[in-house]
């Protein structure tokens, strides 16, 4: 038998530590993954915000230009408060009409608010309000929808 153990050589660890740079492929499309995940969730974040502002900004646009549609325009804000400030949506009168611009930037005109508070006893026939009240509230409807949602 020939005797090998003459030719083995000693283990020697390399001088340097070992850099993990550059990563390996697997380790860059884990880190691919997770970044397209992150966006993924801050896309989908972000559609969900701005389809309910669109949504509501549909409604208030499919309205017409009736002393009846102040009720609806009402509604909606209401419905938003539900969603957004669960505690506002029983408010009523100028308690309603004061949260309404505690929450805007420009304030609700009197003829609008006025329209707001007393659209649901209004008769459908009655000319008791402007066209121009109603395209106020339409403006502030949609200006107070844009900020709170």
């Not at 992150?38 to 389809?51: E, H, M, N, Q, V």
């Amino acid at each position: 038998m020939n005797d090998n153990l003459p030719e083995l050589r000693d283990i020697h660890f390399p001088q340097d530590t070992i850099s993990i740079w550059p990563l390996a492929y697997g380790w860059w499309l884990i880190l691919s993954v997770i970044l397209f995940m992150a966006a993924g969730i801050y896309l989908f974040r972000l559609y969900r915000t701005k389809s309910k502002k669109l949504y509501a900004i549909k409604l208030l646009d499919s309205l017409s230009n009736e002393t009846s549609s102040a009720i609806k325009m009402s509604e909606i804000l209401r419905r938003i408060c539900i969603y957004k400030y669960p505690e506002a949506s029983t408010l009523l009168s100028k308690e309603w009409i004061n949260f309404l611009n505690s929450h805007s930037k420009s304030p609700i005109k009197d003829g609008a608010a006025n329209l707001l508070v007393n659209a649901p006893y209004i008769n459908p026939t009655s000319v008791a309000y402007s066209k121009q009240d109603i395209k106020d509230l339409h403006n502030f409807c949609r200006s107070w929808i844009g900020e709170n949602l």
